[in-house]
């Protein structure tokens, strides 16, 4: 069942893992296992009941959240063996909750606690053959909350954007400079709260002094102070975008001067424009950026750098101007067949 309001998917999937080589099998007491010699999973989409089926591969859209935002949860429980036969599960209300707080900080629904408990205790019976006997190891289950509903989009400008002061996005000596499904998710809840205020998008500033710009959720951020064209530079937290580049490029070309140096928040007081680059978004004017109640306002609109920045990009994105420094790639139709 799709999260209507949030237009995701979610699905809990348990499935298992044995690393332990010397399990026997067993002949089981729950009739699915004596009828399934094949290992088996237990699905469940949100706000449907779960089901068993045969373990295999999962199929996702290709914009489904996890594969591209990262949104997903793992878990992790044992089953034992008792000497008199019977399943042992440790904990599991414990690994449910946290599955739960994850859930709730990754903007997920979850199973309940009673839920998730019975998916596991469904996996662990189905699976009963593969319990190593007392003393010989354990089955592993490998709960998985998974945002499996296709999500892609991006606003429209102008953006009103909120400086973010409790959440980082990226930090020195991690993987913000890399474009990976792990940097999206973990930062949606500052999204949605700042949605939620009325604004568009988040500002995130550095993880160490809480001063200095990073970008947007998803888009670089530039300001322009006179002829001065200014950007934090791409060292590790931030990603190089490719818009970003292109546009300190053409706006050399035109004259500007361009620094790629750190900019404080409190040099927002100062900017006759702020913009934001990326593919998604082009070049897309900041109306306003709040910090800490005050609301910094910026020119956008008809004669703005930002908008003959962005016209001359997509003049030489869509052929209009002459691309003089081989950015466009030709696709030859006659070698392509599908
Ligand atoms: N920063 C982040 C975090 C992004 O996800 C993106 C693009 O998706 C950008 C910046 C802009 O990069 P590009 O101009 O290559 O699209």
Not at 42 to 67: R, W
Not at 81 to 100: I, N, S, T, V
């Amino acid at each position: 069942m799709r999260f209507k309001s949030l237009s995701f998917q979610r699905r809990l999937q348990t499935s298992f893992n044995s690393k332990d080589k010397t399990y026997r099998y067993f002949s089981s007491n729950p009739a699915f296992a004596l009828q399934q010699p094949r290992k088996a999973s237990y699905n469940m989409k949100c706000c449907e009941d779960g089901n068993l089926t045969h373990y295999g591969n999962i199929q996702f859209s290709p914009f489904a959240a996890v594969l591209n935002y990262g949104q997903g949860i793992i878990e992790g429980l044992k089953v034992n063996r008792k000497e008199d036969g019977r399943l042992l599960l440790f904990r599991p209300d414990q690994h449910a909750l946290r599955m739960k707080m994850g859930a709730q900080r990754m903007c997920m629904p979850s199973p309940s606690i009673h839920q998730f408990i019975h998916a596991v205790k469904q996996t662990a019976l189905a699976n009963i053959r593969w319990v190593p006997p007392p003393g010989k190891g354990s089955l592993y289950i490998r709960p998985l909350l998974i945002g499996s509903g296709p999500v892609l989009g991006q606003d429209k400008t102008p953006l009103s954007l909120y400086v973010e002061e409790e959440e980082v996005r990226a930090f020195s000596g991690g993987v913000g400079g890399v474009k990976s499904v792990s940097n999206y998710w973990p930062v949606l809840k500052a999204l949605v709260r700042a949605k939620s205020l009325g604004f568009s998008d988040v500002l995130y500033l550095d993880s160490v002094n809480k001063k200095y710009l990073e970008e947007v959720s998803a888009a670089n951020i530039i300001t322009l102070k006179g002829n001065v064209i200014s950007t934090p530079p791409t060292s590790g937290t931030i990603l190089p975008g490719i818009t970003r580049k292109s546009i300190i490029e053409i706006a050399r070309g035109l004259g500007f001067q361009v620094e790629e140096r750190s900019i404080s928040v409190h040099e927002l007081t100062e900017a006759d424009e702020v913009f934001c680059t990326g593919t998604a978004v082009g070049v897309a004017a900041v109306g306003s950026v709040t910090y800490r109640g005050t609301r910094f306002e910026f020119k956008v609109g008809e004669n703005t750098v930002c908008q003959a920045l962005g016209s001359t990009l997509v003049g030489i994105q869509t052929g209009l101007i002459e691309d003089k420094k081989e950015w466009i790639f030709n696709i030859h139709q006659l070698f392509y067949h599908i």
